[in-house]
Structure formats: C-alpha cells, structure tokens
C-alpha cells in the first residue's frame, strides 16, 4: 500500500513539472483571456392559441337538402351579335324549402368568366330568392364557347353552365373593333402613326395614284364619312357655314396637334403629293358642298374645329374674243 501510494506522489510531481516548462516555454497562454461561459438557450415564450371568430351566418348550417335551392335553368344560353365584346347571363335561384338556405360562393372554370353574389355569404329566406350574375370576355374566342360555374351551398355544390354562341362574322368584326381600338390609341401618341404598319392599308394605299372625290373617298371619307365613327372624329359633311381654299389646304397638309388628324403633307411624313393636296382641296371648296349627306350621318353632332372661314367670291375671267380669220 506504501509503495502505491508513493508512486502515485512521484506521478503528480513528475505531471506538475511539466506543466510549469510548458507555462515557462509558452508565455503567451499565461495572459490568456477566460472564456466566457457557454449558456444554454431556452425558448421559454409560450404563444396562445389563435382563434377565429367566424360571422354567426358563417357556421350556421343552412339546409342541408340539395333541392331546397330551385334555379330557372341550370345552363344558359346567349347568341353573341356582332361587335359584343362579353356576354352576360343571369340565374334565378328560389329557397322553396322551410329553412333558411345558404350559398357560400361561387366559382367559374376559367379566368374569362365572372360570377357574383348579391352577399357572401348569400342567406336565402324560405320563398325568397335572387339573381346570380355572370359575365364571360369574349375576347380571342369563336364558335361555341362553354363554362362551368360551381355554386357551393350549406348542402353541396351545384353546377351550372354558361354557353356563348358567336357566328364567324361575330368575331371578324369583334377582332376588327379589337384592332381598332389598338390602333386609335397608337394614333393618339403618335399622329402620324396611322400612315405606319397595319393602319397604312387603309390610310396610304387606298388614296395612291387617286384625286379629288376618289382621294377623298379613299383618305378622308375613311375616317370622317364611316358608318362606326369614331366620337372624336369630327363630321364634316353638312357642316354650317363654308370654308375657303386655304382653310382646307391647312387641316389637309398639317394636320392638328393634339387630336388623331395627321399631315398628309410627303414633307411632313404624310402620304399625299403636292398635285393630290390641290385636288382635294379644289373638291372640298366645291363639289363636296353640294353632294347629299349619308343618312347615318344624318344629326349625327358636328364638331367644330377652328373658326369658319368664308369663302372667297370666284371671279369668272372675261370671255376671250374670238381671232380674225
């Protein structure tokens, strides 16, 4: 037991020596700094339970009898006339149980097409009843065109359809209003834009090579004479007063500023030359004042567009004596 113990002493003191070199050889670790105690994160926040309080009309059950709901149709059917850009349907529902019926919401197939509640949640008394709305964009579509429109109710979902029938020339003159409306604001940014791209069939080619009442028709009756005017396009057929040559010529090689009239001047972008601008204005101081107006121009509101300028008094020039023989 003595022996044990006396090596175990030796052991210890051979172990502190060591330890004093290595302190003696490394005098940096003497002033080194004490680390700070490690601490243990605990997450001691206790967070409520969330609650949702929901409207009483909400939870309340409703009925739960699929048929207590009565529509007018459950699928609904619009011919689509030339130049609709939508078609709208309406559904007539009844409660025609005892109990109150609940509609929740109402749901369509696809983005193109609307639906809407008179209120959500829609609470139906018995007897009572109400309309549910839908609109579907007709936009890019022909043929026949069909969506489902689910109604989910306090005893289940039920579906209905919408269906629109556009004929082929429906939607050419649908794409034709479409473009249009494209093209006019293009034209408000730009003026001279309508004589560029796509608007240049109408606005360039059509008058090439043309003068007087053709060149009219071809570049002006376009837009001033058109059956679907434009409201901002002035009408200048049976306008009051009368307007000299040089009233003309400055609107038809101009053009006005802030308005879609363009310049139909070659030197200002325009299509029209020198000897096609006299023309027309020579057929707007006089043939264009006596032809009949078209009748869907007829009352149609006349806007003016600057000050009526009168119209010069022509002078006939003396008659030529005939020469001797």
């Not at 609650?51 to 007018?72: E, M, S, Y």
């Not at 004929?167 to 004589?195: C, G, H, W």
Request: hydrophobic share 40%.
């Amino acid at each position: 037991m003595r022996v044990r113990l006396g090596t175990l002493g030796a052991l210890a003191a051979i172990v502190l020596g060591a330890g004093v070199a290595c302190a003696q050889l490394l005098p940096e670790f003497q002033n080194a700094p004490t680390p700070p105690p490690v601490r243990q994160r605990t997450n001691s926040t206790v967070f409520p339970p969330v609650t949702t309080v929901l409207p009483a009309a909400a939870v309340r059950p409703g009925n739960t009898n699929i048929d207590a709901l009565k529509f007018d149709a459950k699928e609904k059917v619009v011919n689509v006339k030339s130049g609709e850009g939508e078609a709208k349907f309406a559904f007539a529902v009844t409660n025609i149980s005892k109990e109150d019926a609940i509609i929740m919401s109402v749901h369509t197939s696809c983005g193109c097409t609307a639906a809407k509640l008179p209120s959500t949640p829609w609470i139906i008394k018995p007897g009572e009843g109400g309309e549910i709305g839908v609109t579907m964009n007709l936009a890019g579509k022909f043929g026949v065109v069909t969506k489902t429109v689910s109604v989910v109710t306090s005893a289940g979902t039920i579906p209905l359809l919408v269906k629109s029938v556009l004929p082929q020339d429906a939607y050419q003159n649908l794409q034709k209003v479409t473009e249009r409306s494209r093209n006019m604001q293009i034209a408000a940014a730009d003026r001279q834009a309508v004589f560029r791209g796509d608007c240049a069939k109408c606005h360039v080619e059509a008058g090439v090579g043309k003068k007087g009442h053709d060149l009219y028709a071809a570049s002006c009756g376009v837009c001033h004479d058109a059956e679907h005017r434009a409201t901002m396009v002035p009408v200048i057929r049976g306008r009051p007063g009368t307007f000299n040559s040089d009233y003309w010529a400055n609107w038809v090689r101009n053009g006005k500023d802030g308005s879609l009239m363009p310049a139909f001047d070659t030197k200002k972008g325009g299509p029209l030359t020198e000897e096609q601008i006299d023309s027309l204005v020579a057929y707007l101081g006089a043939e264009f004042l006596t032809e009949p107006v078209p009748k869907h121009l007829v009352g149609a509101p006349v806007v003016n567009s600057g000050p009526v300028l009168a119209r010069p008094t022509v002078v006939p020039p003396p008659p030529v004596a005939p020469k001797a023989q």
